[in-house]
T-cell receptor, first 112, second 113 residues
């Protein structure tokens, strides 16, 4: 059974800091990995999708990497801003039923 | 605009009163699914559908029903809601296949008293 872990559960950093959010998964037979952002009480916004054959994807200040063999992904946020404060979730797509398995998320707080 | 629309956004109901949460997508996606999100437990899949008239159980299907009569719609039905079904619910859709992006609705906050 696929399990996705995100540690730590919460992170607080000063504005301007570059930071890395980690995600690990137990079964390396994934189709893709997605990073989502969730604001309190709101829906999930897709940030980046990395296909299983890719090593990384970039969008603006965000860069996500994937090491499928070791079961790890990182989301790098450059020059963090207070508006980046949110919960960041990673999810892996596996199996014939196209199931997304989520980590529990990392709640990020960027202090002005 | 490509989107997944859930209704209602907020719902307070009483134990045992049947309710339906609607989900509709305008992207012609084959795959649709329902998740619930609870503190400390994360997002868990309730039911999914790979196409019209094809549905299957996810990880936490007890107490829920779904139907997929049309490609765009995937309602979630709670025949007899109980307080342990108080949660934040999300509908998602995507194309079938290995490298497709999942799109999520804005969520439905359900409280059962």
């Amino acid at each position: 059974k696929q399990e996705v872990t995100q540690i730590p559960a919460a992170l607080s950093v000063p504005e301007g800091e570059n930071l890395v959010l980690n995600c690990s998964f137990t079964d390396s037979a994934i189709y893709n990995l997605q990073w989502f952002r969730q604001d309190p009480g709101k829906g999930l916004t897709s940030l980046l999708l990395i296909q299983s054959s890719q090593r990384e994807q970039t969008s603006g200040r965000l860069n996500a990497s994937l090491d499928k063999s070791s079961g790890r992904s990182t989301l790098y946020i450059a020059a963090s801003q207070p508006g980046d404060s949110a919960t960041y979730l990673c999810a892996v797509l596996t199996g014939a039923n196209s199931k997304l398995t989520f980590g529990k998320g990392i709640t990020l707080s960027v202090r002005p | 605009e490509a989107q997944v629309t859930q209704n209602p956004r907020y719902l307070i109901t009483v134990t045992g009163k049947k309710l339906t949460v609607t989900c509709s997508q305008n992207m012609n996606h084959e795959y649709m699914s329902w998740y619930r999100q609870d503190p400390g437990l994360g997002l868990r899949q309730i039911y999914y559908s790979m196409n019209v008239e094809v549905t299957d159980k996810g990880d936490v299907p007890e107490g829920y029903k779904v139907s997929r009569k049309e490609k765009r719609n995937f309602p979630l039905i709670l025949e007899s809601p109980s307080p342990n079904q108080t949660s934040l619910y999300f509908c998602a859709s995507s194309f079938m296949g290995a490298n497709t992006e999942a799109f999520f609705g804005q969520g439905t906050r359900l409280t059962v008293v």
